[in-house]
């Protein structure tokens, strides 16, 4: 997930964090959710200036707004960036991703007549470097916009927020 940031040229930066999801479906009557769980990304730095991102997260939820329903959701973005090659301790960063998102759980999510779509999240970061190999990633916060086709409104954008933490490390 933190996409644009080097301290030095590694060929390969992988992130493993805790993920928290502000599930906000389109869908008229029905209130906002949390959804807890992690996500990881692998960077590969073809050249200071581009690399390939995949993002996979999953954000499970036991409960929605209390009826006994629990279900997950799962996304799969990608993308191709230019990284700004920095060297400082403290590196700002900005994202674009885009891919695909799934929601599977408990009575098929009555909410979705699909449980496939598109998805994107827009956000940025800030990556700490604690060595040569490592760095905290302290807080990143992005917009997610996935497009389920909810029951009877055909397809709706819901708009969501998702704030990461995690450790990167460099090989």
Sequence with gaps: ????????????????????????????????????GGSASFAYNATLRLSAIADLGGYPTNNILGTGIGGTLSTYLFVRAYPIAHESRITPFGQVLLGVAHVGGDNGLAFSDSNNTVAMA?????????????????????????????????AQSQNSLRVSSGVVFHF
Excluded: W
């Design 1 to 36: 997930m933190f996409v644009i940031k080097h301290f030095t040229r590694s060929d390969l930066d992988v992130f493993a964090g805790y993920s928290y999801v502000r599930e906000n479906p389109a869908a008229s009557g029905i209130d906002n959710f949390s959804m807890n």
């Design 122 to 154: 827009i956000g940025g970061g800030v990556d700490c470097k604690v060595s040569h190999g490592f760095s905290l990633g302290p807080l990143q916060a992005d917009y997610l916009m996935t497009r389920f086709i909810e029951l009877g409104l055909g």
